[in-house]
C-alpha cells in the first residue's frame, strides 16, 4: 500500500469503525452470511455435520447440520473455476492456500471478505511495511521506521484476529518497503521452497499492474518460484488480486487493468462490506492511503503468463507519478536479470 510517512498517525476525531481482536459479530440478530458464523461452519464442515450444531450453539448461527451430507470443496482444486470459487464462493476453503503479498494490508484490501472461509491458510508477508527516510543517517535500523514496522505487524495481527485467522501461521520475509526488487531472486527462491512436493495446491498473490513496486515483485516471484518448481510437481493454481494502478494519470483501485483474462466479481453483502470496513479499520496507520479502496466488490482471476520485461500498460506507472525509487523501466531490468540468474528462462512462463 502506498506509505504517506513513517509516524503511525493516530484517528482522526468523530466517528469511524473500531477495529476489535475478536471474531466480528454484527449488532443485528446473526445471519447465515455472518463472519463468525462462517468461519465457524468452515471449520466444522471439514469435520461431519455433527460438529455443525456445536458451531451454531458457540456462535449463536442457526443449525445447518441437516445441510451438509459432504465437503464442499475436494481437497485440491483441479479446474480454474474451482480455483477462484475459493475466493467467490463464500464456501468453506479445506485445502491448503499460500496468500503471498508485499505488505501488512494487502491480504485484506484485495480478499478481505474471502479471507473467512480459508480453513489452512499460510501468509507471507515480503516487507515489513516501512520505507527507509533516506534523508536520515543509518536509515535501515532508523528507530522510528523500526517503530513503524512493528505499528504495520501489529494492526495485521489485530486485522487477523478479527477474521478468525489469528492462528493462521505467517512467514514475514522482513524486506524494506519499497525495496523488494531488489531481491527478486531471493524470493523466487524462498517461495518455490515453500511450493516445493506441491503442498500449496492454491496460491493468492497481486497481479503484474504497475501500481507499487513491491507488488510487481512480488507477482514476479510468485511466477518465478511457479517455473523453478514446474518439472518437479504439478503447479499450484496462482490466483491474483487487482489493487490499484494508473489510469489516465489517475488511480483505479479494486480493478484489473484492461485485458482478454476473464475474472471471477464476487459481490459483498452488507453484512460483508461492514465486516471488511472492520478488517481495515485495524489498520490505523494506513487510513489515508486505505480511504481510495472500496468495499463493494472483490475481484479475482487466473494468473496470465505475464512478460515482465514489458510494462504493464502504456504509459507513466502510478510509482513512477509517486516518485518512488524505482522507475518501471529500472524494475523490468531487475527483473530480467532475476530470470537469468534463476535459469527459469525468458518470461513469460506458460
Not at 459479530?25 to 462462517?38: F, G, T
Not at 471478505?113 to 535501515?140: C, K
Not at 515483485?217 to 510468485?222: D, G, K, L, R, T
Request: glycine share 6%; proline share 9%; net charge positive.
Amino acid at each position: 500500500m502506498p506509505v504517506h510517512g513513517l509516524r503511525a498517525r493516530p484517528a482522526p476525531r468523530g466517528r469511524h469503525i473500531a477495529c476489535t481482536s475478536s471474531l466480528w459479530l454484527p449488532p443485528a440478530a446473526p445471519r447465515r452470511q455472518d463472519w463468525a458464523w462462517a468461519r465457524a461452519r468452515a471449520v466444522a464442515v471439514s469435520r461431519g455435520p455433527e460438529r455443525l450444531s456445536r458451531a451454531a450453539s458457540a456462535t449463536g448461527g442457526p443449525d445447518l447440520s441437516e445441510e451438509v451430507q459432504e465437503p464442499v470443496l475436494t481437497a485440491a482444486p483441479v479446474t480454474d473455476a474451482e480455483a477462484l470459487d475459493a475466493f467467490t464462493s463464500r464456501r468453506p476453503v479445506p485445502f491448503q492456500t499460500l496468500v503471498v503479498v508485499a505488505h501488512p494490508d494487502d491480504e485484506t484490501v484485495g480478499a478481505g471478505a474471502a479471507l473467512p472461509y480459508l480453513q489452512d491458510v499460510t501468509f507471507v508477508h515480503v516487507t515489513d511495511g516501512a520505507p527507509r527516510d533516506r534523508t536520515r543517517p543509518n536509515a535501515f535500523a532508523d528507530p522510528e521506521r523500526l517503530l513503524y514496522s512493528r505499528t504495520r505487524r501489529s494492526e495485521l495481527r489485530a486485522a487477523l484476529g478479527a477474521a478468525g485467522l489469528d492462528r493462521a501461521p505467517r512467514m514475514e520475509l522482513g524486506i524494506v518497503d519499497q525495496e523488494a526488487a531488489d531481491a527478486l531472486v531471493l524470493l523466487a527462491r524462498t517461495l518455490a521452497a515453500l511450493l516445493d512436493e506441491g503442498r500449496f495446491p492454491l496460491v493468492l498473490t497481486h497481479a503484474y499492474e504497475g501500481g507499487h513496486p513491491d507488488h510487481d515483485a512480488v507477482a514476479f516471484a510468485v511466477h518465478a518460484a511457479v517455473a523453478l518448481n514446474r518439472r518437479a510437481m504439478p503447479p499450484p493454481f496462482v490466483v491474483e488480486m487487482p489493487l490499484y494502478h494508473a489510469e489516465d494519470e489517475r488511480l483505479v483501485t479494486g480493478r484489473f487493468l484492461p485485458g482478454p483474462w476473464a475474472e471471477r466479481v464476487a459481490t459483498l453483502s452488507g453484512d460483508e462490506r461492514k465486516g471488511k470496513e472492520r478488517l481495515l479499520a485495524c489498520f490505523a496507520s494506513q487510513r489515508a492511503a486505505l480511504a481510495p479502496f472500496r468495499v463493494d466488490d472483490e475481484r479475482f482471476r487466473i494468473a496470465p503468463a505475464y512478460d515482465f520485461r514489458r510494462p504493464p500498460h502504456p504509459g507513466r506507472l502510478h510509482y513512477e507519478r509517486m516518485g518512488w525509487r524505482f522507475t518501471g523501466t529500472e524494475f523490468r531490468a531487475r527483473a530480467a536479470a532475476a530470470a537469468l540468474a534463476l535459469g527459469v528462462g525468458r518470461p513469460p512462463w506458460a
